[in-house]
Nanobody, 121 residues
């Protein structure tokens, strides 16, 4: 009923920038928290950044000052601007959202399919 589709991943040199986008679609009534997580090979999935519907943000210490999360509520879209990228940022980046659909009173959690970000040294 809800789909999250990420885009914007790719290969970039260290020090470069990328911008990820994630658009939510389906029978959406409202979206609460949206966020980005990442998973590197052999590691657990970890939080990168989250943003509430009112714009309050939270970042992992490892990305503070380099990454910026934002959202467009009218488009049900969340963005992640990544600057000063490092090789250790290499991972699959996943979009996540707490969504209330039109026929429900509760929020459910959804994940995107992931987009690969590779930073070369």
């Amino acid at each position: 009923q809800v789909q999250l589709v990420e885009s914007g991943g790719g290969l970039v040199q260290a020090g470069g920038s990328l911008r990820l986008s994630c658009a939510a679609s389906g029978s959406i009534f409202t979206i609460n928290i949206m966020g980005w997580y990442r998973q590197a090979p052999g590691k657990q999935r970890e939080l990168v950044a989250t943003i509430t519907s009112r714009g309050s943000t939270n970042y992992a210490d490892s990305v503070k000052g380099r990454f910026t999360i934002s959202r467009d509520n009218a488009k049900n879209t969340v963005y992640l601007q990544m600057n000063s990228l490092k090789p250790e940022d290499t991972a699959v980046y996943y979009c996540n959202a707490d969504v209330r659909i039109q026929t429900s009173w509760i929020f459910e959690n959804y994940w995107g399919q992931g987009t690969q970000v590779t930073v070369s040294s």
